[in-house]
Structure formats: structure tokens, C-alpha cells
């Protein structure tokens, strides 16, 4: 699964490192050390994945995100010496993907990347899911609803498409989490509501008062099959 990575960090040892472990593992790596280099190159040259710090000169990995969203979706791991929640949350707000804190393993990092990588390449046992009005197909990384196209991060992708495979399924906040993230120690159940509340606002008329991906009050979330529980 060799991929063009983006890697955007400012310590230029630290850099120097992720490209190592990168390009042993057969990827094509460009590594830059600002902000603004990054938010270029990754307009120009369309990376499969970008390793993204918060802090850099020019421009820092919250801004590049947020700017880099307009037009991509390309699935972005965020590294940070941050390590607080609402930081946490604020990046994938933002639409990162996946969010590692410093210090970390680089055994770890790559294991983050090798699931992003995973998530947006899948082939061998996807197939078209469909959940009342709602479609997803993991092969092409697409999802419609009503027959529009809906533009999702990775990790959007992924939470939508765990709750397509089983429509009207009650989903607990933990269950979406080990589902679709794994284990973390600084990953909270608040992440899937993140990402909930950003889904809604891409598949509702009216995201106040969703009709496909529904809340159940203290337990967590479905994706409604156009039956019964539609309201």
C-alpha cells in the first residue's frame, strides 16, 4: 500500500525521522517545515495522506487544515504537543482525521497511518451500503444521500459507513469509537459526537432535527433504515 505522503513539521530532526520510517514502509515522502509550504503542495500535488504538526512558522496545522478543507478531502493526521481535550476536539472540528500527541512511538504513528491509509483505499470486501435515504460505498470513498453527493473527512467516512453496515443498529458511543478509531488514551467517546454533529450538518435539511442519523437518548447513535424509526 505505498501512498505520496505530505509530512508538515517544524523540527527538522523530528521530520527527518517520520520520512525514515515512512519510506521503509515504500511510500514517496516530501517533507516541508511551514505552514503555507504545506497548504501548497498539498493543493498542487494531491498527497494521499498528510502528517500535519499544530505548531509551525507561516501558518500553523490548525489553519492549513481548516484552509485545506475547502476543497480536499484528503485524510489528515494531526500532531501535536498539545494534549488537552478541547485542542483534541478543536482539530478534528477542523476536519483532521486522526490527532496523536507528542511524545509518540513512531511504531504507533505508522500504525495510524497504515489504518487512514486503509480507510480510504479498502477494496477486497466493500460493497454499495444503503441505509434508508443514505448510500455509502467504502470501495470509492462516496456517500449520497437522497442521490447527492455528501463530501466527508476520512473519519467521517469511516463513522458513516460502520453505522451503514447495519441500519437501525444502535450504536454506543464506545462501540463507534473502538470501531473507528481504536484505543487512545487521549481519545474521548466526544470525538463521535464531533463527528456526528458534522455529519448532520452534510446529510439533514435540518440538522437540529435529523431524519438519518438519529440520536438514542442515553445509549448512542443509528443510522435510520427508512423504516420504523424514521421520524
Same mark, same amino acid.
Given at each position: 500500500?505505498?501512498?505520496?505522503?505530505?509530512?508538515?513539521?517544524?523540527?527538522?530532526?523530528?521530520?527527518?525521522?517520520?520520512?525514515?520510517?515512512?519510506?521503509?514502509?515504500?511510500?514517496?515522502?516530501?517533507?516541508?517545515?511551514?505552514?503555507?509550504?504545506?497548504?501548497?503542495?498539498?493543493?498542487?500535488?494531491?498527497?494521499?495522506?498528510?502528517?500535519?504538526?499544530?505548531?509551525?512558522?507561516?501558518?500553523?496545522?490548525?489553519?492549513?487544515?481548516?484552509?485545506?478543507?475547502?476543497?480536499?478531502?484528503?485524510?489528515? /493526521?494531526?500532531?501535536?504537543? $498539545? =494534549? @488537552?481535550?478541547? #485542542?483534541?476536539? &478543536?482539530?478534528?472540528?477542523?476536519?483532521?482525521? +486522526?490527532?496523536?500527541?507528542?511524545?509518540?512511538?513512531?511504531?504507533?504513528?505508522?500504525?495510524?497511518?497504515?489504518? /487512514?491509509?486503509?480507510?480510504? $483505499? =479498502? @477494496?477486497?470486501? #466493500?460493497?454499495? &451500503?444503503?441505509?434508508?435515504?443514505?448510500?455509502? +460505498?467504502?470501495?470509492?470513498?462516496?456517500?449520497?444521500?437522497?442521490?447527492?453527493?455528501?463530501?466527508?473527512?476520512?473519519?467521517?467516512?469511516?463513522?458513516?459507513?460502520?453505522?451503514?453496515?447495519?441500519?437501525?443498529?444502535?450504536?454506543?458511543?464506545?462501540?463507534?469509537?473502538?470501531?473507528?478509531?481504536?484505543?487512545?488514551?487521549?481519545?474521548?467517546?466526544?470525538?463521535?459526537?464531533?463527528?456526528?454533529?458534522?455529519?448532520?450538518?452534510?446529510?439533514?435539511?435540518?440538522?437540529?432535527?435529523?431524519?438519518?442519523?438519529?440520536?438514542?437518548?442515553?445509549?448512542?447513535?443509528?443510522?435510520?433504515?427508512?423504516?420504523?424509526?424514521?421520524?
Amino acid at each position: 500500500m505505498c501512498a505520496f505522503v505530505l509530512v508538515a513539521e517544524d523540527d527538522v530532526k523530528q521530520a527527518d525521522i517520520l520520512r525514515r520510517y515512512l519510506e521503509q514502509e515504500g511510500h514517496t515522502v516530501t517533507v516541508v517545515h511551514d505552514g503555507a509550504s504545506a497548504l501548497d503542495i498539498a493543493r498542487t500535488r494531491g498527497p494521499d495522506l498528510v502528517v500535519l504538526d499544530v505548531m509551525m512558522p507561516l501558518l500553523d496545522g490548525l489553519d492549513v487544515c481548516r484552509l485545506l478543507r475547502r476543497d480536499s478531502q484528503v485524510p489528515v /493526521l494531526m500532531l501535536t504537543a $498539545r =494534549s @488537552t481535550e478541547d #485542542d483534541l476536539l &478543536l482539530g478534528l472540528d477542523l476536519g483532521a482525521d +486522526d490527532y496523536l500527541t507528542k511524545p509518540y512511538s513512531p511504531r504507533e504513528l505508522m500504525a495510524r497511518i497504515r489504518t /487512514l491509509l486503509r480507510r480510504t $483505499r =479498502s @477494496t477486497a470486501e #466493500d460493497h454499495v &451500503l444503503r441505509a434508508g435515504a443514505v448510500t455509502v +460505498d467504502p470501495r470509492r470513498h462516496e456517500a449520497f444521500v437522497d442521490g447527492r453527493p455528501v463530501e466527508c473527512t476520512a473519519g467521517e467516512f469511516a463513522l458513516l459507513t460502520v453505522l451503514a453496515e447495519q441500519p437501525g443498529r444502535v450504536f454506543t458511543r464506545q462501540q463507534l469509537l473502538e470501531r473507528t478509531k481504536g484505543y487512545d488514551k487521549f481519545i474521548t467517546e466526544r470525538i463521535i459526537d464531533v463527528h456526528v454533529m458534522n455529519l448532520r450538518k452534510k446529510i439533514e435539511a435540518d440538522p437540529r432535527r435529523p431524519a438519518h442519523l438519529l440520536t438514542v437518548y442515553r445509549v448512542g447513535y443509528k443510522l435510520s433504515d427508512g423504516g420504523r424509526d424514521a421520524p
